[in-house]
């Protein structure tokens, strides 16, 4: 079996308008669907990075082409996003000014350099440059 990567990452929480807007406001991501139980934002790549409400997912639900199995997830998780290493300096010049506290920054053996900060759901968010790991 081959995969080709990630098509959909989702995170769960608090409240979907607060976090739709936190990542488009950060990001500029694309509303693709949603409503006020989640929120699909269009991630370059091609990629979904999905926002769903806690605990709005605990049961099977219907759509028209088919049933989508019960999911959901608690507590603090941890993702990350591709940067370009050019783009690093820019990335935490914006994060500050859009008021974002930038929680560590990290130096990898391999070249790679992360930044790392919080959600509103304090989900630790990484911003990754290639040379961290043999694949990226």
């Known amino acids: ?14 409240n979907v308008a607060r976090s739709t807007e936190f990542y488009q ?6 509303r ?7 929120s699909a934002l269009e991630v370059p790549g091609p990629a979904v990075f999905l926002l769903f409400q806690k605990g709005s997912r605990r049961e ?6 088919g049933v989508i199995p019960a999911h959901g997830a608690s507590g603090e998780i941890h993702f990350a996003f591709k940067i370009s290493r050019e783009s690093l300096e ?3 010049r914006e994060l500050g000014d859009l008021g974002v506290a930038i929680e560590s920054t990290v130096e990898w053996p391999r070249g790679g350099k ?6 509103p759901d304090q989900h630790l968010v990484e ?3 290639p040379g961290c790991w043999t694949n990226y």
């Open 90 to 92: 820019e990335c935490a």
């Open 25 to 30: 406001r950060l990001f500029g991501l694309r």
């Open 60 to 65: 099977a639900f219907s759509t028209p082409g």
């Open 114 to 119: 992360s930044l790392y900060f919080r959600d």
């Open 1 to 14: 079996m081959h995969i080709n990567g990630v098509a959909e990452t989702a995170i769960y929480v608090e």
């Open 32 to 38: 693709l669907l949603g409503d006020e139980q989640f």
């Open 127 to 129: 911003l990754i440059t």
